[in-house]
């Protein structure tokens, strides 16, 4: 007699398909395992990442409560979506039941766990990721509907950063944080070996392949999906042997864009156009403290920040740089010169030339930024004149830096100048502002200038912690850990030689950083 099993409703939708029993093993399915085939997911919601605490009336169910993922169904597909019986909610990533169309449309992106983690990343995540709320909510909008284009390679990335973001809170399983990592790396490679083998096809008519919209679209694509696994990798906290190929490998493809057809659009051109800009912030930040040259050259990205600071109608901290752009490109400078020094590319006297003028141009810098507004309250989230304490940090911080890189006494009066000033822009920004997210570079030099048991000392740890506990960033708590394991823990040598910097200990930390390789990512 044939015997019958009976599928369970609550079966992942691997074994559903097939039509067989599921073990119903959280995260995945074991029976998928034991066949060798990769587990789609559940379709019901999962206790182990969000809990049931409400149910609401689907009459009741407003706007403002769905999803974005679920308003952007409604809007593409209004006759089969309906509105759903229940909210979930458990410390603050919400979940809305699945529409029976998004396992039609999306068949890779069936999970409530991606609905959850998706609406998480854009109402949450979004929040700490740029100094100026004000002006991306376009780009958020752009971003969300990039991410669920037909085809899209965004998707893949911006779930690994909100499974990351949470799983650092301890908020879902470690497992389910790689595994998300693991499939938005894949998708890019893969991605990317296909336009690799595309354009060995077609190397003969290379001109043709440039001029190809279906190309342009599909470099832009990777260009924003590359930038999401830099981003992944930020939050997760990975040092800089990670976070530095990847940043050359978005360059190139950036190069590769511009060299097909720069002034070239597309719906999404918004997305894209910010994106190459978060780039071109990363490859300047990264330059300092380890000193190395710029890898993504000004002419790829510079532009952008001015065609949109002329698209405004009054002047605004930009979304990225919010008021340091300019400052951050002499940061860049800094950090090429400061490596040239150390590697004996240059002379003595070409250095303290170069040094100068970098100084004067930062001085300049500082003197070209906007007045303040009145009345200030920081409090209430004056982006503006903190965007312009922020810029000031930047500026004293990268000259302090430069000072730092020959100037090794510790008492120096010139130095402690600029230290004092510095200290007090820093202050200047208050924790509850969304610019502290651009802040860790003044943070990293301010440390540096600490001495142990002072004041400054402990406000430079209790400033990073807050910061930590505020964005959740783990590339933060990196930061503290490399100044309390490396920096601080520097002590004079006095049987150094000739007073060399090992003799000066923790006020010789620029040479330290480059002969100890101390790279920390600061951005």
């Known amino acids: 007699m044939t015997q019958y099993f009976r599928r369970s409703r609550t079966g992942c939708l691997t074994c559903k398909s097939a039509r067989i029993k599921c073990n119903e093993e959280k995260p995945f399915c074991g029976n998928c395992a034991e066949r060798g085939l990769k587990c789609q997911g559940y379709s019901k919601r999962l206790k182990w990442i969000v809990q049931e605490v409400n149910a609401c009336r689907p009459e009741a169910l407003s706007h403002e409560g769905t999803t974005l993922l679920e308003t952007h169904l409604v809007q593409q597909n209004p006759p089969h979506v309906t509105k759903g019986t229940r909210c979930l909610q458990k410390d603050g990533l919400t979940a809305l039941p699945m529409a029976d169309m998004l396992l039609n449309t999306q068949p890779d992106f069936v999970s409530t766990n991606d609905i959850a983690l998706f609406d998480y990343w854009a109402k949450s995540l979004f929040q700490v990721s740029f100094p100026n709320p004000s002006q991306y909510s376009d780009y958020q909008q752009s971003t969300r509907s990039m991410a669920l ?49 595309k354009q060995s096809h077609i190397h003969s008519d290379r001109s043709a392949m440039r001029r190809s919209v279906s190309s342009m679209e599909t470099m832009n694509m990777l260009v924003c999906a590359s930038l999401h696994i830099i981003g992944t990798e930020l939050v997760h906290g990975s040092d800089m042997d990670t976070i530095l190929p990847l940043t050359r490998g978005a360059a190139y493809l ?14 999404f051109d918004i997305v894209v156009r910010q994106d190459i800009k978060l780039l071109g912030w990363h490859n300047l930040i990264l330059c300092v403290p380890y000193p190395r040259e710029p890898v993504l050259e000004t002419q790829y990205w510079y532009h952008l920040f001015e065609e949109h600071a002329k698209e405004v109608s009054a002047v605004e901290p930009d979304a990225v740089f919010g008021f340091a752009a300019h400052i951050t490109i002499l940061t860049g ?40 507004r009145l009345p ?3 409090r209430n989230g004056d982006v503006y004149n903190t965007s312009i304490y922020a810029a000031l940090s930047h500026a004293l911080a990268s000259q302090i830096y430069l ?18 000033q510095l200290e007090e822009a820093v202050q200047s920004v208050h924790l509850a502002s969304p610019v502290v997210t651009i802040m860790l570079w003044p943070m990293w030099v301010l440390g540096c200038e600490s001495e142990p048991a002072s004041q400054r000392r402990w406000s430079v740890v209790s400033r990073l912690q807050e910061m930590l506990k505020k964005n959740g960033i783990m590339n933060i708590k990196t930061c503290l850990e490399t100044l309390s394991d490396k920096i601080w823990s520097l002590q ?14 923790q006020s010789a930390w620029v040479r330290a950083c480059f002969e100890e390789r101390i790279q920390p990512v600061l951005v």
């Open 149 to 197: 284009a037909k085809d899209s390679l965004l998707i893949w990335p911006l779930l690994a950063s909100a499974s990351v973001h949470l799983a650092m809170a301890g908020r879902i399983p470690e497992k389910e944080m790689l595994w998300r990592k693991q499939k938005a790396i894949h998708t890019v490679k893969h991605a990317l070996a296909c336009v690799s083998q």
């Open 254 to 267: 950036v190069k590769e864009r511009w060299a097909s057809n720069p002034s070239s659009k597309d719906p």
């Open 333 to 372: 400078e800094c950090g090429g010169l400061v490596g040239s020094w150390y590697r004996q590319q240059i002379t003595p006297e070409e250095f303290v030339e170069r040094r100068g003028r970098l100084m004067q141009q930062i001085s300049v810098a500082c003197l070209n930024l906007p007045p303040p």
């Open 376 to 378: 200030s309250d920081q």
């Open 403 to 420: 000072a730092r890189a020959t100037e090794f006494q510790s008492n120096s009066p010139a130095i402690g100048f600029l230290v004092g």
């Open 492 to 505: 004079k040598d006095d049987s150094a030689k000739d007073h060399k910097w090992q003799y000066y200990g």
